[in-house]
């Protein structure tokens, strides 16, 4: 468990820098390619196989990204600084990836307790490097803080964890395609920064593969369930 605290720990520092070096979309679909660290960690870890179908994908997945960051090069942007983005992206990836893995481990602990542990031990480990808003409007920054800590982290947490012990897998796999698409929306809508060609090229492939390993996977394990 106190792993798991510390790897969802890292998850979130490393997703959030991404955010702020390269785009809520860039980061959102670069975070994605976690099913594919998690296959490639299982073959690593649990001796799982790694067959040709998944490599396959993983392949594809990453071709993605790299058409990802070569389309933010393209823009008028600090390349150095969007590639260190991306880079935290796959970080928060490959750390979410390993949290999952502890996840699935802890049997009959409920979503609420799961998430109070990991929250509670994730404050501690912050707590010294932490630095606290000095900015004019502190009430204000203060205030958006209260609701990323409780709606977005805590709340979001508790939901997504129930969700995923009481809906079939391979409705989760499917709604998961929402998350991406809505930071797609928001970030073209709200924020004015729509993906170019490449990017949205790219994305387009992530989500594909993504797809595809996962109606294959859950496909057959259903079959093998029956």
Known sequence: MLLGCVTLTLNWVCLFIAYAKTSIAVATITYHVQPFILVALGSVLFNETLTRYKLGWMVIAFSGVALIMLGGQQQDQDSGQYVYGVGFALAAAF????????????????????????????????????????????????????????????????????????????????????????????????????????????????????????????????????
């Open 95 to 226: 750390f979410y990836a390993i949290t999952a893995a502890i996840t699935k481990a802890l049997h009959g602990v409920s979503p609420c307790l799961m998430v109070f542990i990991q929250l509670g031990v994730g404050c501690l480990i912050l707590l010294p490097v932490v630095s606290l808003p000095t900015a004019f409007s502190v009430s204000a920054v203060w205030g958006l803080l209260v609701v990323i800590g409780f709606v977005h982290t805590g709340l979001m947490s508790v939901l997504l964890y129930s969700a995923v012990q009481k809906t079939p897998t391979i409705l989760v796999g499917g709604l998961a395609f929402i998350y991406p698409v809505v930071a797609i929306l928001v970030d073209a809508w709200v924020l004015h920064r729509p993906l170019n060609g490449w990017q949205l090229t790219g994305t387009l492939i992530v989500l594909a593969a993504v797809a595809g390993i996962n109606v294959r996977c859950r496909f057959f394990s259903q079959r093998q369930q029956r």
